[in-house]
């Protein structure tokens, strides 16, 4: 039986395991490409990828014919390091990345307030669903909202668990709320 202070962690996956160091989670190529896949043509020709971590998805970005300006504040062997996207004006009018889900809002102030040509995030799907950011959601709303259709498995241990949609901002994107679901891309074309 689950105790009352282990069911929130079970219910989203957790199961009491260690965390990455400092929140780490790769994000699968599968989210990236759902997105690109569905508005690359609003994607300016460089991207800065401001948490870029191993690179995965800066590389992903460049197969998409992007330049990248990949920087993270933590060294994990890639990028420009102890860059903090939340000090720094924005290095490209465009911006696509997977920030630290608990300083995510803080990421959405930044890059709106800066009135970027496009800025993506990969957010949990319940991120709305709190009190707390009506604020910051009747400031920035998003123009944009793309729920992925399929779990991703940050962990790799192929039981995904996360549900992500990306929330979209920015000059390129047409004006008013839009909401598009997103299908899983087939991989194998990148085989």
């Known amino acids: 039986m689950i105790s009352t202070n282990n069911l929130g962690v079970a219910m989203v996956g957790g199961g009491g395991k260690k965390r990455p160091h400092d ?3 790769a994000t699968p190529d599968t989210a990236l490409f759902a997105l690109l896949f569905a508005v690359d043509h609003m994607v300016g020709r460089v991207v800065h990828e401001p948490c870029c971590g191993d690179g995965r998805m800066a590389k992903a970005i ?3 014919g992007h330049e ?3 920087t993270n504040l933590i060294d994990r062997g890639y990028g420009i390091t102890g860059q903090d996207f939340l000090k720094h004006p924005i290095q490209a009018p465009s911006i ?3 920030p630290p889900f608990a300083i995510a809002a803080d990421f959405i ?6 009135n970027p040509d496009f800025f993506a995030l990969l ?4 991120f709305w669903n709190a009190a707390k950011r009506i604020d910051l959601w009747e400031t920035y709303p998003p123009r944009l909202i793309l729920p992925l259709t399929f779990r991703l498995d940050f962990t790799g241990e192929g039981a995904p668990t996360m549900d992500c949609m990306w929330n979209v901002w920015g000059n390129r994107v047409p004006p008013g709320f839009n909401m598009q679901l997103l ?3 087939d991989m194998g074309i990148f085989a």
Not at 123 to 126: D, G, M, R
């Open 23 to 25: 929140d780490h989670y």
């Open 62 to 64: 460049e197969a998409f």
């Open 68 to 70: 990248v300006i990949a």
């Open 96 to 98: 696509i990345s997977n």
């Open 109 to 114: 102030a930044h890059g709106c307030s800066q």
């Open 123 to 126: 957010l949990k799907q319940t």
């Open 183 to 185: 299908r899983k891309p």
